[in-house]
């Protein structure tokens, strides 16, 4: 086993460090107030390789694994999660699915431009009455000679209102349950589907969370996403894969929330010296450092895992219960550490405070993943 990255993994994380400090970080709180989708950065992201970072190069992507992509969320996380989010939702789910379960036709067409950054994806899958219960899917999916017609809606579906491609769940057999579940992509601009409220969140603010409706939108039979009635299975397996970046993002909104503690902690002085020097706050740093190290472990070991072809359900449980959870907390300690000062929106922690929540919820809550790991140990015995 090897703890250490590799030249060229340290020379992709100073790229993307340097890139976030320079383009990001003096429009984070800009960009949180208003809730701006930050395009340009987008674009740039995909100039830079970063949009299909783990994909082939024969699909447009950078031909890197997933423990180099992982490296590139933790990194823009650090400095904007709403930033990194938007490129999770689209590389590891949008974009995944096609990889995952595309025809060599559908990758061509879709992969391609997706993991080149020329179109943006999103992924849907949650609707208003099946949000951990995703087998309750109702939107609905009728073929009609050679083409499916589309009718229902999705909801939290992150970079709904500016994705050029969509690829959603529908129910296509209402018999067979889970196993009538199926995968289609959208085309933006395709008549009868559109994208509808937008969310008015709490954390990770300039990410765009949307409705998306379908109004019997017609698509032609060849996008349909893999076999007909294994939609929802194939989702199982790409959600292993966007929960390890989940566990990503949330440890890059973890470091960044402790380096601005540690900074805080060395430049705010009572009692006539920093308040480095007192032990409560030391000890606070010393638990923030280390569950982040471990956050990070769990990460990369479901992450190389992944490279290496292996099934990674209970591992990328792991990493995104144990990361977000920790994520939060360190949030938690980072606003604590900075006492009122922590309150307010002057400094960074308040930010990572309410950006960090999602990572227990979103693509599988705390709860969630605590069910997958119990039933992946079990399984043999029950």
Same mark, same amino acid.
């Given at each position: 086993?090897?703890?250490?990255?590799?030249?060229?993994?340290?020379?992709?994380?100073?790229?993307?460090?340097?890139?976030?400090?320079?383009?990001?970080?003096?429009?984070?709180?800009?960009?949180?107030?208003?809730?701006?989708?930050?395009?340009?950065?987008? @674009?740039?992201?995909?100039?830079?390789?970063?949009?299909?970072?783990?994909?082939?190069?024969?699909? +447009?992507?950078?031909?890197?694994?997933?423990?180099?992509?992982?490296?590139?969320?933790?990194?823009?996380?650090? $400095?904007?999660?709403?930033?990194?989010?938007?490129?999770?939702?689209?590389?590891?789910?949008?974009?995944?699915?096609?990889?995952?379960?595309?025809?060599?036709?559908?990758?061509?067409?879709?992969? $391609?431009?997706?993991?080149?950054?020329?179109?943006?994806?999103?992924?849907?899958?949650?609707?208003?009455?099946?949000?951990?219960?995703? +087998?309750?899917?109702?939107?609905?999916?009728?073929?009609?000679?050679?083409?499916?017609?589309?009718?229902?809606?999705?909801?939290?579906?992150?970079?709904?209102?500016?994705?050029?491609?969509?690829?959603?769940?529908?129910?296509?057999?209402? /018999?067979?349950?889970?196993?009538?579940?199926?995968?289609?992509? #959208?085309?933006?601009?395709?008549?009868?589907?559109?994208?509808?409220?937008?969310?008015?969140?709490?954390?990770?603010?300039?990410?765009?969370? %949307?409705?998306?409706?379908?109004?019997?939108?017609?698509?032609?039979?060849?996008?349909?996403?893999?076999?007909?009635?294994?939609?929802?299975?194939? @989702?199982?397996? /790409?959600?292993?894969?966007?929960?390890?970046?989940?566990?990503?993002?949330?440890?890059?909104?973890?470091?960044?929330?402790?380096?601005?503690?540690?900074?805080?902690? +060395?430049?705010?002085?009572?009692?006539?010296?920093?308040?480095?020097?007192?032990?409560?706050?030391?000890?606070?740093?010393?638990?923030?450092?280390?569950?982040?190290?471990?956050?990070?472990?769990?990460?990369?070991?479901? %992450?190389?895992?992944?490279?290496?072809?292996?099934? $990674?359900?209970?591992?990328?449980?792991?990493?995104?219960?144990?990361?977000?959870?920790?994520? /939060?907390?360190?949030?938690?300690?980072?606003?604590?550490?900075?006492?009122?000062? +922590?309150? #307010?929106?002057?400094?960074?922690?308040?930010?990572?405070?309410?950006? /960090?929540?999602?990572?227990?919820?979103?693509?599988?809550?705390?709860?969630?993943?605590?069910?997958?790991? @119990?039933?992946?140990?079990?399984?043999?015995?029950?």
């Amino acid at each position: 086993m090897d703890f250490e990255f590799s030249d060229e993994q340290r020379e992709i994380q100073r790229s993307v460090r340097e890139f976030s400090e320079r383009e990001m970080r003096p429009h984070v709180m800009e960009w949180d107030e208003a809730q701006t989708f930050p395009q340009e950065i987008v @674009s740039r992201m995909g100039q830079m390789g970063l949009m299909g970072a783990a994909f082939p190069r024969k699909y +447009g992507g950078a031909g890197l694994g997933y423990a180099e992509y992982c490296m590139i969320v933790e990194e823009l996380a650090r $400095v904007d999660g709403s930033v990194a989010i938007i490129l999770a939702a689209h590389h590891s789910l949008c974009a995944g699915h096609i990889h995952e379960a595309g025809t060599e036709e559908q990758k061509r067409k879709y992969l $391609v431009p997706l993991a080149r950054g020329e179109k943006l994806g999103c992924w849907s899958l949650t609707e208003p009455q099946a949000g951990s219960d995703a +087998g309750g899917t109702r939107t609905t999916a009728q073929l009609h000679g050679d083409e499916w017609v589309l009718n229902g809606s999705k909801t939290f579906t992150s970079n709904g209102s500016y994705a050029d491609l969509c690829v959603a769940m529908a129910v296509t057999d209402k /018999v067979a349950k889970k196993h009538g579940i199926s995968a289609f992509i #959208i085309e933006r601009g395709t008549p009868g589907f559109r994208a509808g409220k937008k969310e008015n969140k709490l954390g990770l603010r300039a990410s765009d969370t %949307a409705e998306v409706i379908f109004e019997d939108c017609r698509i032609p039979r060849e996008n349909c996403l893999g076999k007909p009635g294994e939609g929802f299975i194939d @989702s199982l397996k /790409v959600l292993d894969h966007g929960r390890i970046s989940i566990a990503a993002l949330a440890v890059g909104m973890a470091q960044g929330a402790f380096e601005a503690s540690v900074n805080y902690a +060395g430049e705010r002085r009572q009692f006539g010296q920093p308040i480095a020097k007192f032990e409560a706050i030391q000890w606070k740093l010393a638990d923030m450092a280390t569950e982040i190290d471990a956050a990070r472990l769990l990460t990369l070991r479901a %992450a190389s895992l992944a490279d290496r072809g292996q099934r $990674v359900t209970r591992q990328a449980a792991m990493a995104k219960l144990f990361a977000g959870e920790v994520a /939060v907390r360190v949030a938690n300690e980072a606003v604590q550490i900075h006492g009122g000062y +922590g309150f #307010i929106k002057d400094y960074p922690v308040e930010k990572y405070y309410r950006d /960090v929540k999602l990572c227990t919820i979103g693509e599988g809550t705390s709860e969630i993943q605590r069910l997958v790991i @119990s039933r992946d140990l079990l399984h043999a015995r029950l």
